[in-house]
């Protein structure tokens, strides 16, 4: 017996809701109308081709399996677009996703245009150390401060992840915001898609457009994540030429070199080639040092001169988790009011030692992370549950298990409580579907660098 659609309906969205995260649920399942339900197959409409062939790549699976477990019986899902439909619009990208900064953030005082900007007042270019590692990337974005739209056009940063991107990027939104009252835009990559689909939900591509092609600065950090959508490329595209095209300046970040980002069209490559690109490296020991003494100066807890060398020598892969250890090793001087030696300190760092020793990334910490960022019970990774909200998480652990760590296949089943033919197919099923599915790959490669940089997975 099936059910009638609406209380169907009700369901799988009760369902999905209770598994996804509250920003993906109300972005990709909140969108869709249910149109019928004729025998097995469940048509639902969305607003658009976007939506489509995004839910059908990412989430039809999901549903399928959650209308299937509600029926007691397979279903058919499938989509088809109604541009008539009228969805309520999503309120803007950064209030969607509230408080995921700890950083007390403001709006820069002089955007001057209704488009505000939200900045890390403390990312300016006086807090910015200046060593070898960084001059070239830090020398470039002060000339583009100072002459935006003229010096280099666009601004291509790189490099690995704290290694001081973000903080330069924004450094030349507060100088340029404090020098004019120009039309400043800094935000994600993410937060660029999503306010891109928003105006396509909404038939707002022209305000999007205008909106984007009116900037005078247009800051984009993580240009990495730009999704494999041949809608949103071709936008940015066209962007891209009207505001190089009108001497505006562009601003952009990466993790990796434009020719590396996968998915990324070749056009944008090199058209993000044009102008300069500067990379970023892991800081040297006296930088590292002079980073310290700076941040030390914020805190009210001063730690003994050979304690930052010891840190210094030890900690150069990531300036974030360099701050994070100052912060560790000062929250515990000041709670228990201890001196902090340099023994003590190595205790209290030890892992993050060992991470940058050699990175050793335990098959414990890859299924926690992974188990926290899918929001499920670390249980469910040696589990044998079969449902797919289970599944694929474990799939992805195993597949983070079998790239990140040496095991062999016995020794990661043994990890999942399964067979080595298990973690075979799972390893081989992830590397198929990551190919075929950008937000998958989005969120493979995002745990992935998380447990490198962390390999303990310290809330650092
Ligand atoms: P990324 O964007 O490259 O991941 P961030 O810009 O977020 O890195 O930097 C990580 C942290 O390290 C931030 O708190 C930032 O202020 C700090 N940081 C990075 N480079 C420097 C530097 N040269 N001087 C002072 N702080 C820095
Ligand atoms: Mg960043």
Redesign the pocket.
Known sequence: MTMPLEPLWDKICQTLKARLNADIYARWIAVIHPKALHGDTLWLTVSNDFYQSWLEENYLPLIKETAGQICGHKVQVQFEVNPALSVAPLPAAAEVTPARRS?PWRKAAASGTGHDIIL?P??TFA?????P??SFA?ASSLAVAQAPGKAYNPLF?Y????????????AIGHYVATQARSRICYLSCESLMNEFIDALQNHRTKHFRDKYRSMELLLI??IHFLAKTDALQEEFFHTFNALYDAHKQIVI?S?RPAGEISGLEQRLVSRFEWGLVTE?IP?DFE?CM??LH??QATLNVPLPEEVLVFMASNIRS???K??GALTRLTSYAALYQKPITVNLAQELLASNLEQERGGIVTMDTIQRTVADYFDMRLADMTSKHRSQGVALPRQVAMYLARTLTDHSLPEIGLAFSKTHATVLYACRHIEKSVQKKPQLKQIVTKLSRQLECNPAGLPI
Do not use: C, W
């Open positions: 950083a890390n403390k990312y807090s910015f150390v200046v060593g590692s960084n830090h940063i490099g690995g992840v704290g290694l001081g991107k973000t903080h330069l990027m924004q950090d993580d970040t993790d970023l800081p930088t002079a980073i700076s941040k990531n300036i974030r360099l701050e």
